[in-house]
C-alpha cells in the first residue's frame, strides 16, 4: 500500500488542528503527539494510503516547522492572460542540487506518495548532518508519457530542492534510494491548477495546457512536471503544471 504524500503531510493543520500542535516550537507530548498521528491516518485513509507509526516524530517535525518554508527562486520570462486570467507564464528556474527519488508504482499517486516518504525522513534528520534541514516550496514531480500521450510511463521521479543553506554542502542521505542531483537551468511553460493531485486531474491539466499552446517544437512533449505547493487543509490548494522547454 501506498505511503502519504507531500500533499497530505504538508500541514494538515489549517482546518483540523488545534494551535497548540501547530504553532508551539516544543516538542509535541505524548496525548498530542497521538492525536496528530491519527489525524495524519484518518486523512491517509481518504486517500488510499498509509502512514506508519514511526512517522510519528517527521511528522512532528513537519508540523512544528509548516510556516518556514524557503520558496524556490526564480526568474518570470513572460505571463499570457486573457480577460484577467493568467494562460500561462514562462519562467527560468536556477542550477541548483535536488533530493531525488524515482518509484515506479502501479499509479502516479502512489509513486509521489512512496518517494515524499522517503524524502520526508531526509529532511527531519535522516541525513548525515542529523539536524532538520527546512522545506522547500514546490516538491516537483518529473512524469513521462507513453506515445499516445494518455497514459503515464510507472518510474516517476519526486524531487526537493535543497535549501540554500545546503546548496554547497549537501548532506548525505542515509537511504541509498535517495539521490543528490544537481541540475542544470531549466525554462518551464507553467499553469497553476488547484485541486487534488492524481492522474485523472494531472492528465486533464496537461491536455488543457496543450490546447491553449497549440502546436510548439519549442516545448518537449515526452516529459513534464507537477508542483506541489499546498496541503490538502486548504480548500483549492495550489498546483502547477510545468512544460519543460527545450532551450532557455
Avoid at 488547484?194 to 486533464?204: A, D, I, S
Wanted: with cysteine; charged share 25%; hydrophobic share 35%.
Amino acid at each position: 500500500m501506498a505511503l502519504i504524500s507531500l500533499e497530505d503531510l504538508d500541514g494538515l493543520d489549517d482546518e483540523q488542528l488545534d494551535d497548540d500542535i501547530t504553532d508551539n516550537p516544543e516538542p509535541v507530548d505524548e496525548e498530542n503527539s497521538d492525536r496528530l498521528l491519527a489525524h495524519w491516518q484518518e486523512v491517509g485513509r481518504g486517500h488510499q494510503v498509509s502512514v506508519p507509526s514511526e512517522m510519528t516524530g517527521p511528522i512532528q517535525e513537519m508540523t512544528r516547522n509548516s510556516q518556514q518554508r524557503e520558496p524556490l527562486p526564480f526568474s518570470p520570462v513572460t505571463c499570457h492572460e486573457k480577460m484577467g486570467e493568467v494562460l500561462y507564464e514562462e519562467r527560468v528556474y536556477p542550477a541548483g542540487k535536488w533530493a531525488c527519488v524515482t518509484r515506479t508504482e502501479d499509479l502516479y499517486e502512489q509513486s509521489i506518495s512512496m518517494a515524499f516518504m522517503k524524502l520526508m525522513r531526509f529532511i527531519c534528520k535522516e541525513n548525515s548532518a542529523g539536524r532538520y534541514l527546512g522545506m522547500t516550496v514546490p516538491v516537483v514531480s518529473s512524469v513521462h508519457m507513453m506515445e499516445d500521450g494518455n497514459v503515464f510511463r510507472k518510474d516517476v521521479l519526486t524531487a526537493f530542492f535543497l535549501p540554500t543553506e545546503f546548496q554547497s554542502a549537501p548532506p548525505t542521505p542515509t537511504d541509498p534510494d535517495i539521490v543528490i542531483v544537481h541540475r542544470e537551468p531549466i525554462r518551464v511553460v507553467t499553469r497553476p491548477f488547484f485541486g487534488t493531485t492524481n492522474e485523472e486531474t494531472v492528465l486533464r491539466q496537461v491536455h488543457q495546457l496543450w490546447e491553449i499552446l497549440g502546436v510548439r517544437d519549442d516545448v518537449r512533449t515526452d516529459t513534464f512536471m507537477v508542483a506541489v505547493y499546498e496541503n490538502p487543509g486548504v480548500p483549492h490548494r495550489r498546483n502547477e503544471i510545468w512544460f519543460i522547454r527545450r532551450n532557455l
